[in-house]
């Protein structure tokens, strides 16, 4: 592992300083041009003189085939491209339907930064087009006022990955080995699909992200200060996965096919849009193959008197298999160019087996006399299976206004999930005489979760607008446990660990939200407060959970230094109530001297979260972004281990027992520093990297507070060869981060990826290898307390080969319409959905 890591980093150090200096020079290159010019301009219907809304701009260099730059036009067809340096330019207009029109010879110099085009029109063309291909590449990151949008479908390497492999590559997003994901440096997420909740993520995060393909994923957006409009839920903030859609006329979709050594999926899109009714629908499903992950735990651990040690030694491997599937559909009827009805459903299924053997040997010493009092040895055979399924759907109405950014929105969403989880282990004592001891656990559960909201927003002026809302969730969720333990040869009923639990959560919330500028533009902002009370049950004995009320403050204030950077400062208070796994008094007892469980007793953890940044935009296609964060919780919730010499298990008794358990643990403060950059140091390379630093401290009453630094880098190259032949390389490192316990792992890896276009870029072939010269992965963590140490080593299998094969197809079919702008395609825009459904 130290090798593999030396290689890696010396790997990454190298990226990271051709990165600096082609950044430094192609900066320098860049500050070169003192003159920063301005295009304005306005497109138009040539008959109807009726805006053209999101037509293409796209501005050349006299003698260049490629653009440098470019936008599309708002809602009024209007558009304003800043950042152009002295020169001589071209400029091309272009939209679906009409002729594409060239403006030659537009100048910019210091006497004449600005040139305005006024009215540009647009001839229309008359016979239906046969087949249209739309081309736009957005930047892989764009950075605004309240989140950062990371393009999956401009990521090479992301060709037969999943959710959780592409968070990788998110600024300011760590996740580690095993999928856990966390948020500059906060693992209470709150995660959205399409700005809707999704029963999907209530059993398991990680399972879930594992289980949805990039190749099914438009963007990604992270959102680190949301405002009075989201919910307050999730002290990391929120992560909103963007499925693929188009607003596209016709019928048009893609394939996407993927084989490899350690995974397996394949999508289907398929889009149907006819005047103003549409029909999305996709289907998707993947597998991870069978793969074996080699364990080795090393336990010193002492009873209460000290007078005697006992030494546990754990080697075994685990074979592991994840599946599942996800389809929806929806419908969108545009009824009025101002009201707009979407209807979807979606019905997901995931699940994971594992199974694995572990050699165990157990020593007591007898400190006082000096001895051995007892070495036993056994093998336990352990099975533990998961298996999901969801349906969620959602009905949106949107109503727009005659006055520009007055709008109505209605969301209801509900989602059903049924799940179960079960678990068989049973130790055969090789040495010592002891009868075999064993337990089988099966646990069904349901959970349905419905959230109501409206949202309207007000503009009382071009620099003032109000918006408000209110919002209903409504939680159930219940489950059984059923467990058998082992007497001598059969499985026997245990009425101890065999109880039902019913959770119900309520959540009524409302906000204002105003949304200003100050002293002529100086300052940009949005403010709100939001309320929202909680009221929570659960039928577990002992338990009681009083309501409690939150406010929840938000804001940010930006300022434009000018139009190429901008500096924004953030404050948000947010909450995180435990959710129902972290509650559920079930014990998992796969591995008796590792018993994990739910504490229905937990509060909810209070953040207050800060970030100042610093964005900066160079003329030649250069990005960067600085960003500072401090990040501080109260009733910090963690999971913490105890260790028992004996446990009282529903009458069963289990010896030499690490307890893991969810706890309120004093206060977290994390202080840290988060860098993107992104350089095209010529036609052909672009190189970007991602930077994480952070320090967290941990007070914990009782205990000495602990430090814990920590550091990510992400560095990825993109070369394009001639004959739409692309090749790129990612590494990440990241550095192992001291616990409340003990530490956290280190570990690295880097993929490299090619894709070669054929059928006019309708067809793409993809090759991926992923630590192609490294079979695992090792994973090296320790826990301490004051009556125990461990060290465990996990080798996971990481090294992968992969093939990719996608295609697009479809005819577009475009008749001039009054409607048009109502009909646009939207499959390469970004939507903005802070502010869908209150989210």
């Given at each position: 592992?130290?090798?593999?890591?030396?290689?890696?980093?010396?790997?990454?150090?190298?990226?990271?300083?051709?990165?600096?200096?082609?950044?430094?020079?192609?900066?320098?290159?860049?500050?070169?041009?003192?003159?920063?010019?301005?295009?304005?301009?306005?497109?138009?219907?040539?008959?109807?003189?009726?805006?053209?809304?999101?037509?293409?701009?796209?501005?050349?260099?006299?003698?260049?085939?490629?653009?440098?730059?470019?936008?599309?036009?708002?809602?009024?067809?209007?558009?304003?491209?800043?950042?152009?340096?002295?020169?001589?330019?071209?400029?091309?207009?272009?939209?679906?339907?009409?002729?594409?029109?060239?403006?030659?010879?537009?100048?910019?110099?210091?006497?004449?930064?600005?040139?305005?085009?006024?009215?540009?029109?647009?001839?229309?063309?008359?016979?239906?087009?046969?087949?249209?291909?739309?081309?736009?590449?957005?930047?892989?990151?764009?950075?605004?006022?309240?989140?950062?949008?990371?393009?999956?479908?401009?990521?090479?390497?992301?060709?037969?990955?999943?959710?959780?492999?592409?968070?990788?590559?998110?600024?300011?997003?760590?996740?580690?080995?095993?999928?856990?994901?966390?948020?500059?440096?906060?693992?209470?997420?709150?995660?959205?699909?399409?700005?809707?909740?999704?029963?999907?993520?209530?059993?398991?995060?990680?399972?879930?992200?594992?289980?949805?393909?990039?190749?099914?994923?438009?963007?990604?957006?992270?959102?680190?200060?949301?405002?009075?409009?989201?919910?307050?839920?999730?002290?990391?903030?929120?992560?909103?996965?963007?499925?693929?859609?188009?607003?596209?006329?016709?019928?048009?979709?893609?394939?996407?096919?993927?084989?490899?050594?350690?995974?397996?999926?394949?999508?289907?899109?398929?889009?149907?849009?006819?005047?103003?009714?549409?029909?999305?629908?996709?289907?998707?499903?993947?597998?991870?193959?069978?793969?074996?992950?080699?364990?080795?735990?090393?336990?010193?651990?002492?009873?209460?008197?000290?007078?005697?040690?006992?030494?546990?030694?754990?080697?075994?491997?685990?074979?592991?298999?994840?599946?599942?599937?996800?389809?929806?559909?929806?419908?969108?009827?545009?009824?009025?160019?101002?009201d707009q009805l979407t209807v979807s459903g979606g019905y997901n299924h995931f699940g994971f087996h594992n199974n694995g053997l572990t050699n165990q040997e157990q020593t007591a010493y007898d400190i006082t006399n000096n001895n051995i009092a007892s070495d036993v040895l056994s093998l336990r055979n352990s099975n533990s299976r998961f298996s999901g399924k969801y349906f969620d759907y959602s009905a949106s109405y949107k109503k727009t206004f005659n006055t520009e950014g007055q709008e109505l929105d209605v969301l209801y969403t509900s989602s059903?999930?049924?799940?179960?989880?079960?678990?068989?282990?049973?130790?055969?004592?090789?040495?010592?005489?002891?009868?075999?001891?064993?337990?089988?656990?099966?646990?069904?559960?349901?959970?349905?979760?419905?959230?109501?909201?409206?949202?309207?927003?007000?503009?009382?002026?071009?620099?003032?607008?109000?918006?408000?809302?209110?919002?209903?969730?409504?939680?159930?969720?219940?489950?059984?446990?059923?467990?058998?333990?082992?007497?001598?040869?059969?499985?026997?009923?245990?009425?101890?660990?065999?109880?039902?639990?019913?959770?119900?959560?309520?959540?009524?919330?409302?906000?204002?939200?105003?949304?200003?500028?100050?002293?002529?533009?100086?300052?940009d902002g949005k403010a709100g407060l939001r309320d929202e009370y909680t009221s929570t049950s659960a039928d577990f004995p002992g338990t009681n959970i009083p309501g409690y009320n939150t406010v929840a403050p938000s804001a940010v204030l930006s300022h434009k230094i000018d139009a190429t950077q901008s500096f924004k400062l953030s404050y948000t208070y947010r909450i995180e109530r435990p959710e129902y796994r972290d509650l559920n008094p079930f014990y998992d007892i796969s591995d008796p001297h590792n018993i994990s469980t739910g504490n229905p007793?937990?509060?909810?953890?209070?953040?207050?979260?800060?970030?100042?940044?610093?964005?900066?935009?160079?003329?030649?296609?250069?990005?960067?972004?600085?960003?500072?964060?401090?990040?501080?919780?109260?009733?910090?919730?963690?999971?913490?281990?105890?260790?028992?010499?004996?446990?009282?298990?529903?009458?069963?008794?289990?010896?030499?027992?690490?307890?893991?358990?969810?706890?309120?643990?004093?206060?977290?403060?994390?202080?840290?520093?988060?860098?993107?950059?992104?350089?095209?140091?010529?036609?052909?390379?672009?190189?970007?990297?991602?930077?994480?630093?952070?320090?967290?401290?941990?007070?914990?009453?009782?205990?000495?507070?602990?430090?814990?630094?920590?550091?990510?880098?992400?560095?990825?190259?993109?070369?394009?060869?001639?004959?739409?032949?692309?090749a790129e390389i990612f590494g990440v490192y990241h550095s192992s981060q001291r616990t409340i316990q003990g530490n956290r792992p280190a570990f690295g890896f880097y993929n490299v990826a090619v894709r070669k276009q054929f059928m006019k870029k309708k067809m793409s072939l993809g090759l991926t290898a992923s630590d192609p010269f490294s079979q695992y992965i090792n994973q090296r963590s320790t826990t301490s307390g004051t009556s125990f140490y461990q060290s465990n080593l996990r080798q996971l299998p990481f090294r992968s080969f992969g093939v990719?094969?996608?295609?697009?197809?479809?005819?577009?079919?475009?008749?001039?319409?009054?409607?048009?702008?109502?009909?646009?395609?939207?499959?390469?825009?970004?939507?903005?959905?802070?502010?869908?459904?209150?989210?």
């Amino acid at each position: 592992m130290r090798t593999k890591i030396c290689i890696i980093r010396y790997f990454l150090t190298v990226l990271l300083l051709l990165f600096i200096s082609f950044g430094a020079s192609a900066v320098a290159r860049i500050d070169d041009d003192v003159v920063k010019g301005q295009v304005t301009g306005r497109v138009v219907d040539s008959a109807t003189k009726a805006p053209v809304s999101y037509a293409t701009i796209s501005v050349f260099k006299n003698n260049s085939k490629s653009p440098f730059n470019g936008v599309i036009t708002d809602d009024n067809g209007a558009f304003t491209i800043n950042n152009i340096g002295a020169g001589s330019y071209r400029i091309t207009v272009d939209f679906i339907g009409y002729r594409k029109k060239t403006i030659n010879n537009i100048v910019i110099s210091k006497g004449a930064p600005t040139v305005s085009l006024g009215a540009i029109m647009l001839a229309s063309v008359q016979n239906q087009l046969k087949t249209v291909e739309i081309v736009s590449k957005a930047p892989v990151v764009e950075n605004k006022i309240d989140k950062m949008v990371y393009n999956v479908t401009n990521d090479l390497t992301a060709q037969g990955a999943s959710a959780s492999e592409v968070l990788q590559k998110v600024p300011q997003v760590s996740v580690d080995i095993d999928g856990n994901v966390e948020l500059q440096g906060n693992s209470n997420i709150k995660f959205l699909i399409n700005g809707k909740p999704s029963s999907i993520f209530g059993a398991s995060v990680a399972d879930a992200l594992q289980s949805i393909p990039a190749s099914q994923i438009k963007t990604i957006e992270v959102i680190t200060s949301p405002g009075a409009k989201y919910d307050a839920g999730g002290t990391g903030g929120i992560i909103n996965i963007v499925l693929k859609d188009s607003k596209i006329q016709g019928v048009n979709g893609s394939v996407n096919l993927t084989a490899g050594t350690r995974r397996e999926n394949g999508s289907l899109n398929l889009n149907v849009r006819k005047g103003n009714f549409g029909v999305n629908a996709f289907f998707n499903g993947g597998e991870m193959i069978n793969s074996t992950t080699v364990n080795s735990t090393d336990r010193l651990s002492y009873n209460g008197a000290r007078d005697t040690s006992t030494h546990l030694v754990q080697n075994g491997n685990s074979n592991f298999t994840r599946g599942g599937f996800q389809s929806g559909l929806s419908l969108n009827w545009d009824i009025t160019p101002k009201d707009q009805l979407t209807v979807s459903g979606g019905y997901n299924h995931f699940g994971f087996h594992n199974n694995g053997l572990t050699n165990q040997e157990q020593t007591a010493y007898d400190i006082t006399n000096n001895n051995i009092a007892s070495d036993v040895l056994s093998l336990r055979n352990s099975n533990s299976r998961f298996s999901g399924k969801y349906f969620d759907y959602s009905a949106s109405y949107k109503k727009t206004f005659n006055t520009e950014g007055q709008e109505l929105d209605v969301l209801y969403t509900s989602s059903y999930g049924r799940n179960n989880s079960s678990f068989f282990q049973q130790q055969d004592y090789l040495s010592g005489g002891y009868p075999s001891s064993g337990s089988t656990s099966n646990n069904p559960g349901k959970d349905h979760e419905t959230d109501i909201s409206i949202d309207y927003a007000q503009p009382f002026s071009k620099t003032f607008t109000l918006e408000t809302g209110a919002k209903a969730i409504f939680e159930n969720i219940n489950n059984t446990v059923v467990t058998d333990t082992l007497s001598g040869d059969v499985f026997v009923p245990n009425a101890n660990q065999t109880y039902g639990f019913n959770y119900n959560r309520k959540i009524y919330a409302g906000y204002l939200s105003a949304t200003f500028s100050l002293f002529n533009g100086f300052i940009d902002g949005k403010a709100g407060l939001r309320d929202e009370y909680t009221s929570t049950s659960a039928d577990f004995p002992g338990t009681n959970i009083p309501g409690y009320n939150t406010v929840a403050p938000s804001a940010v204030l930006s300022h434009k230094i000018d139009a190429t950077q901008s500096f924004k400062l953030s404050y948000t208070y947010r909450i995180e109530r435990p959710e129902y796994r972290d509650l559920n008094p079930f014990y998992d007892i796969s591995d008796p001297h590792n018993i994990s469980t739910g504490n229905p007793n937990l509060k909810p953890e209070i953040g207050h979260n800060y970030e100042f940044g610093y964005s900066k935009t160079f003329n030649k296609g250069a990005d960067l972004y600085i960003g500072g964060f401090y990040r501080h919780n109260t009733n910090d919730l963690q999971s913490y281990t105890t260790f028992y010499d004996t446990l009282s298990v529903g009458g069963n008794q289990y010896n030499n027992v690490f307890l893991d358990q969810r706890y309120n643990i004093g206060t977290q403060t994390t202080e840290g520093l988060s860098l993107f950059g992104s350089v095209q140091v010529t036609s052909k390379l672009t190189l970007r990297s991602n930077i994480m630093l952070a320090n967290r401290i941990n007070t914990n009453p009782g205990n000495p507070t602990v430090h814990g630094f920590t550091s990510r880098i992400n560095l990825n190259a993109t070369y394009q060869f001639p004959h739409d032949f692309t090749a790129e390389i990612f590494g990440v490192y990241h550095s192992s981060q001291r616990t409340i316990q003990g530490n956290r792992p280190a570990f690295g890896f880097y993929n490299v990826a090619v894709r070669k276009q054929f059928m006019k870029k309708k067809m793409s072939l993809g090759l991926t290898a992923s630590d192609p010269f490294s079979q695992y992965i090792n994973q090296r963590s320790t826990t301490s307390g004051t009556s125990f140490y461990q060290s465990n080593l996990r080798q996971l299998p990481f090294r992968s080969f992969g093939v990719t094969l996608s295609y697009r197809f479809g005819k577009l079919d475009v008749k001039k319409d009054k409607n048009r702008d109502n009909n646009r395609d939207d499959s390469n825009s970004m939507p903005d959905n802070s502010d869908s459904g209150g989210k």
